[in-house]
């Protein structure tokens, strides 16, 4: 006789004192209705074991426990005699996903939504989530732009109760920004606030920067900017009143209307500071970079609360505030600010911790750290231990976080957290540029050997004029306080006749040599280095008479002990794209007494970056170079200077400028003395916002070279103007300019188109 316990578990649920069967000792469990799930999976579940005393309550704890399993849509208990049969109806399993129709994106990352939701392969089956997944397919498409997208999902049962789902989708077209309208403006054209906007109307690069396509997350982004702009401007009273965006019926245009009130134009009456200064007012006054009667600027006023919060964080303040009072006279339109001061308790660091480090040793970064255990916060340190570990160029992200000791009021921990990159290389690529056409190369490299922070290489290249053999080894911390040692060992053959505009020779060389760093301060550094170079002559039938009489003086065969000393220093911030500080260099190349040259070259460089707006960076450049024997020897002709070309002046044939050989080709010869100009604008290419992979610059270019006997004239200058495109390729730099001369004189081959693929030696 079978009694069913769903009263029992009714009984249960209502706390009645009722029974709905007697109590029993379980004898056997028999489980029926499984078809994917095992019966182990209803026996691990089951609060009810063989020999336990069978009660209502036990029969109500096992209905709960398997239907919160969510395997199940029934359960129900049943009992023949000392039997208990544990009877369930299992829901379905999703046996596979299947999306047709999809084009505009990776399939995976829909599979990875859909996850998110409750919705993937192998998870029990709940029709209830088929309308979030559809929400969910629709919001990644509205996302791109597709505001015209249909969804339809099919269910399709399958054996051992299990189920497919399929995701059908009507993509239709992309929408896109009919028209962005501003309204309320006067005191700017709404051109000019268009132009702050990453949103944009279809134009030459959308196609790219998909800018055309409406996102509520660019659109807040824009508002913002063009917050700031008003801001910026004096404009204190600016508001966004409401923004409006509607679709067209067709779904294909999208119209977006901004309503903005701008207000009156503010300027500042006057600044000043309160509160607990620390520092004398003298020495926080020249970081307010707001005076009386200038337009009132809210990223100039920010900047000068960072400034002050930065200064006295210096001297172990880390938890300064430093907040703006502002007070407006509503009438004269200007606006007085009150800058608070409240430094808070200075705090030191109790322990620098290191984190990520996996494969560099620990000793790599706590050496660039200039900020100290036990020492006072000092704000400027510790900025400038990040910047020094960052440029060390073994990690990715390098992260420094400060935060309090619990149970302290005057302890912060300096927490470096880094993610590494990998610092060993095994590389064969290709290049090409116009002078030395195909450049195939080689290198094995490792920046970070075995954690050291020391780095090994050996590179190979060749092209249609230069052969290039080298390996070269770096220890930059061979002493503790920062000096650093390498040595280098090259073979080098270059034949100048494979190239349009240089005088021919075959040079063949090999060497080795020593070098030291010595830093003499965070961004500067003195190097020294002595090499032994062997180097051989071989001339041809075509070399210019000079070359010839060099050889029948000195001969063709050469040993040269090489010293070299240089000043360095670098201030930008940006290895790659620099907006602003400083790069120069003093060098001396110089060939010593015990060899058979003796010679000496010396050479400046100043680069400067200046960043005029967000978007554009003026680059300035000039450089001077120098060479002479000495000692009764002449200066070897390789050693003479080059110009024209990118490098120096772009319009020229590369190397082409200077001294000419006018018994063969009219081929250039270099000279001992040579002067090089450059003024660039920098900008990113327009449609691609800030992004730092390509870059144009309009230029500015002048430079020559003289010969020996002929005066340095600022008349026998070369100059051009251009535009240059630098690319961050998957393949390497690239450089493309299109270069106009401005004075060409007889002789001159220009070059009006020049470009450079890959890293070249």
């Known amino acids: 006789m079978k009694k069913s316990l769903i009263a029992g578990l009714l009984s249960a649920l209502f706390a009645t004192t009722a029974s709905a069967f007697e109590p029993f000792v379980v004898k056997d469990i028999r489980v029926e209705g499984v078809q994917r799930t095992e019966a182990g999976t209803v026996f691990s579940y089951l609060p009810v074991k063989v020999g336990d005393t069978m009660t209502d309550e036990k029969a109500a704890q096992a209905i709960k426990a398997l239907f919160g399993t969510g395997f199940y849509r029934d359960v129900r208990l049943e009992i023949e005699g000392p039997l208990l049969v544990v009877l369930v109806d299992e829901r379905s399993a999703i046996a596979s996903l299947d999306f047709v129709g999809i084009k505009a994106f990776d399939k995976e990352l829909l599979r990875k939504s859909l996850k998110e939701v409750g919705l993937s392969e192998s998870r029990i089956f709940d029709r209830s989530l088929l309308d979030k997944a559809e929400q969910e397919i629709k919001r990644q498409y509205l996302s791109r732009g597709y505001y015209g997208a249909k969804v339809t999902t099919t269910v399709t049962p399958m054996e051992r109760n299990r189920v497919g789902l ?29 132009g702050i906007f990453t949103l944009r109307t279809p134009g030459l690069m959308t196609w790219y920067t998909k800018n055309d396509q409406y996102s509520k997350q660019k659109l807040s982004g824009d508002l913002e900017s063009l917050r700031s702009f008003y801001l910026d401007r004096g404009y204190v009273e600016f508001n966004t009143e409401s923004t409006q965006v509607s679709i067209s019926p067709d779904k294909k245009d999208i119209y977006i209307t901004v309503n903005i009130f701008e207000g009156e134009k503010y300027t500042i009456s006057s600044v000043k500071l309160a509160g607990n200064l620390l ?49 407006l006279d509503k009438v004269k339109h200007q606006v007085a600010f009150t800058i608070l001061v409240d430094p808070g308790r200075r705090v030191y660091v109790r322990r620098i911790n290191i984190a990520g480090n ?9 050496r660039e750290m200039r900020q100290m255990e036990a020492s006072w916060y000092d704000g400027e340190k510790i900025n400038k231990s990040r910047t020094r570990v960052d440029k060390i160029g073994y990690f990715e992200e390098v992260t420094v976080e400060t935060p309090a000791v619990a149970g302290t009021t005057d302890q912060v921990d300096m927490n470096i957290s880094v993610k590494e990159k990998p610092t060993g290389s095994v590389t064969l690529g290709a290049g090409f540029s116009q002078s030395e056409k195909l450049v195939l190369s080689g290198a094995i490299q490792q920046q970070n050997i075995f954690g050291s922070g020391k780095s090994v290489g050996a590179q190979i290249s060749t092209s249609k004029s230069n052969q290039v053999y080298s ?21 080098r053959k270059t034949d100048t006749s494979k190239l349009n505009s240089i005088a021919a020779y075959d040079i063949s060389s090999w060497g080795g040599g020593v070098r030291y760093g010595i830093p003499i301060g965070d961004e500067n550094g003195i190097g020294v280095g002595l090499a032994l170079d062997s180097t051989s002559i071989t001339l041809t039938p ?21 010293g070299s000393i240089g000043w360095s220093q670098d201030t930008v911030d940006s290895r790659i794209w620099p907006t602003k500080g400083v790069i120069q260099s003093a060098s001396v190349e110089i060939g010593l007494p015990g060899g058979n040259l003796k010679y000496i070259r010396p050479s400046y460089q100043y680069q400067q970056f200046f960043p005029l707006t967000r978007i554009f960076t003026l680059m300035m450049n000039g450089q001077v170079d120098v060479a002479n024997g000495f000692g009764g020897k002449q200066l070897p002709f390789w050693k003479n200077y080059y110009a024209g070309g990118i490098g120096s002046v772009r319009g020229y044939e590369s190397g082409s400028l200077g001294p000419r050989d006018p018994s063969f080709n009219d081929n250039a010869l270099g000279g001992n003395r040579r002067l090089i100009g450059n003024a660039e604008m920098l900008f ?74 890959g890293n070249t030696f």
């Not at 077209?173 to 309320?184: A, E, L, T, Y």
């Not at 996996?358 to 706590?366: C, N, W």
Request: aromatic share 12%.
């Open 471 to 491: 390996l070269s080894y770096t220890d930059p911390y061979y002493t503790i306080d920062g000096m650093s040692r390498g040595f280098d060992i090259y073979r």
């Open 542 to 562: 075509f070399s210019p008479l000079f070359y010839q009489s060099f050889v029948a003086t000195e001969g063709n065969k050469f040993t040269t002990l090489v």
């Open 166 to 194: 399929s995701f059908s989708v009507e993509e239709g077209d992309v929408s896109r920004i009919k028209q962005i309208n501003i309204i309320g403006n006067k005191a700017f054209d709404e051109s000019e606030l268009l």
């Open 684 to 757: 990113p290419l327009p449609g691609l916002g800030l992004g730092k992979s390509v870059r144009l610059g309009a230029f500015f270019d002048a430079g020559n070279v003289w010969g020996y006997g002929s005066k340095v004239s600022i008349g026998d200058m070369r100059y051009s103007v251009g535009l240059s495109v630098a690319w961050t390729s998957p393949f390497g730099p690239l450089k493309f300019s299109f270069a106009d001369p401005l004075n060409v004189k007889t002789g001159d081959k220009v070059q009006h188109f020049q470009f450079q693929l």
């Open 358 to 366: 996996t494969r560099t040793r620990d000793e790599v970064i706590r």
């Open 279 to 327: 520092l004398p007012e003298a020495v926080l006054r020249p970081l307010v970079t707001l005076r009386p009667g200038d337009v009132y600027s809210r990223e100039r006023l920010t900047d000068t609360t960072k400034a002050i919060s930065e200064r006295i964080g210096d001297e172990g303040y880390a938890f300064a505030n430093v907040n703006a009072a502002p007070e």
